[in-house]
């Protein structure tokens, strides 16, 4: 059997009819750009995430330095973000003017460490980034409680946590603004780039909102006592479409991920050479989406080799390192922890069109290597 890391034609051929009708109706209609489909996205996610305002962007790189430069963040300036971080949200904060100051990760689930954050904090410092990889919130009691006291923003690259809550709060939602990417492999994916920022605070969305269709106003038009540096960031109107369309089975989407990470964490947790994320049956003030299951063992490298060897894809994300860790880019850092998780960490496959014997087979060949039982 076959188990791709990532199907991407599945993404299309998983409701091919209703994508190309939607597709054609969009294009028969002309509508391009900015029209009714990109406002009737923004609106669904609104209502989804229980948030004041959704401005959709061109992808979920942009929304994080549209947000940035919508809070005044710049030259001088520092955020502090996690290691443990694609480097998409330090090159925005970088590309906003401020330096991007990573920090270790925490040992028990992997994100940033709110010990770190508070160490790093200088006079310079002007607000925190939580990432909230692989689905899970940060621990955003501890952050909100660190920006209250050192008078700092928070600024949530939900990327990956479309849906994920904390104490009961969308991911993105809790601090100044939070940013989603739909990229077509995130758990609410476009066929194309897509993202969006999201903001309880009126003056963030009016910024950014003119901001992404370089300044204009809701007549889009650019007014003559213009005072907005804006930029292209425009979501498209097909993709916009696209995305409407799958929210409507999005809370089923994000179900069968949690069962196949439960189905997963079952299998593993029998074995004492794992370190494994808090299980969705167990996470206390968290609802994790998993927009990937990641795990350790020290094992990792002959692990890859044994499923590969066997049909089942499997990622080792970001190309294994921290964005510390990218010392020509100036964040070079001392994250021993990051490190090592760095040198044992693994992505299983987990998409919502896997198939019950695609789950079942990938995890009969774990128990057969980690029970040492490789030729059973
Ligand atoms: C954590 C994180 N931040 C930011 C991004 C950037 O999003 P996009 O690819 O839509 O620009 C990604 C996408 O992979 C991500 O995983």
């Known amino acids: 059997m076959q188990v791709p890391f990532f199907d991407w034609k599945s993404l299309y051929f998983e409701k091919e009819e209703e994508f190309s009708k939607i597709i054609s109706t969009t294009l028969k209609k002309g509508a391009f750009i900015l029209q009714s489909d990109v406002s ?61 100051v990573p920090v270790e990760m925490s040992e028990y689930d992997w994100l940033v460490s709110t010990e770190a954050i508070e160490a790093a904090i200088t006079k310079k410092t002007v607000g925190i980034m939580p990432v909230h990889v692989n689905g899970r919130c940060c621990q955003m009691d501890k952050i909100l409680d660190i920006a209250e006291r050192y008078k700092l923003k928070i600024f949530e690259d939900s990327a990956q946590a479309m849906g994920a809550k904390y104490d009961g709060l969308c991911a993105g939602t809790i601090g100044e603004w939070g940013t989603y990417s739909f990229y077509p492999s995130k758990t609410l994916g476009s066929f194309g780039d897509a993202g969006a920022l999201v903001t309880n605070c009126d003056e963030i969305y009016e910024k950014v909102l003119a901001m992404r269709n370089h300044g204009a106003d809701e007549n889009k038009t650019i007014p003559l006592e213009t005072n907005i540096w804006g930029t292209n960031c425009r979501l498209d109107n097909v993709q916009a479409a696209i995305l409407s369309f799958k929210m409507e089975y999005y809370t089923e989407v994000i179900e069968r991920r949690r069962q196949i990470a439960q189905a997963y964490h079952d299998t593993l947790n029998k074995y004492s050479d794992v370190r494994l994320p808090p299980a969705p049956s167990d996470s206390g003030k968290n609802f994790d989406i998993f927009q990937n299951y990641e795990f350790c063992t020290a094992k990792r490298d002959d692990l890859r080799k044994f499923l590969g060897d066997n049909g089942v894809g499997t990622i080792v994300q970001w190309g ?57």
């Open 40 to 100: 009737d996205f923004e609106n669904k996610l609104r209502d989804f995430l229980s948030v004041k305002h959704v401005v959709a962007v061109a992808d979920g790189t942009n929304a994080i330095l549209l947000g940035l430069r919508a809070s005044g963040v710049g030259k001088e300036d520092e955020v502090i973000l996690p290691s443990h971080s694609f480097i998409a949200a330090a090159q925005s904060i970088y590309h906003s003017g401020a330096r991007p």
């Open 320 to 376: 294994g390192f921290g964005v510390h860790m990218l010392e020509n880019l100036g964040m070079k850092a001392d994250l021993p922890i990051t490190d090592k998780f760095f040198k044992e960490s693994l992505l299983l496959p987990l998409n919502h069109v896997m198939t019950n014997p695609q789950i079942e087979y990938v995890c009969q060949l774990l128990d057969k290597f980690f029970s040492g039982d490789l030729n059973g």
